[in-house]
């Protein structure tokens, strides 16, 4: 639970700096995705490999959305995304952590408004 939680306040932030709704909707979300699974229960989980050299593959245009206050590993893997990818892209959103779109929602869902506004114009261009 709290290896969940500091990704909300980010390390650059306390988390009673992080807002309480954000925090609560944070925890629950946590709660129920730790109460999925059992300790008894069989790990499926399959590592991918060369996802970086697969990214390079990804032919659809990618938006990274970064949080200006989530850690720097997250950032620069963020960057590298859309380094990698033929048409990536990244913006970042200040005052925000590992959840942008929990943060600030409404600057969030304009940032992909206009992603997907910017590609909609960048196809019916002469």
């Given amino acids: 639970m709290e290896a969940f939680g500091r990704f909300g306040a980010g390390p650059h932030r306390t988390q009673d700096e992080l807002d309480r709704a954000v925090a609560a909707r944070l925890r629950a979300m ?16 399959v590592p991918v490999a060369d996802t970086w ?4 593959g990804i032919k659809v245009p990618v938006l990274a959305v970064l949080g200006a206050l989530d850690s ?9 995304l859309a380094e990698t990818v033929a048409d990536g892209r990244s913006t970042t959103i200040a005052d925000t952590a590992h959840y942008p779109n929990m943060e600030r929602p409404d600057e969030f869902n304009q940032v992909v408004v206009d992603f997907i506004t910017a590609l909609r114009d960048e196809n019916m261009a002469p």
């Fill in 30 to 45: 946590t709660l129920k995705t730790i109460g999925k699974h059992a300790a008894d229960e069989q790990d499926t989980r």
């Fill in 53 to 56: 050299r697969r990214a390079a």
């Fill in 72 to 80: 720097d590993d997250h950032r620069r893997m963020a960057a590298r």
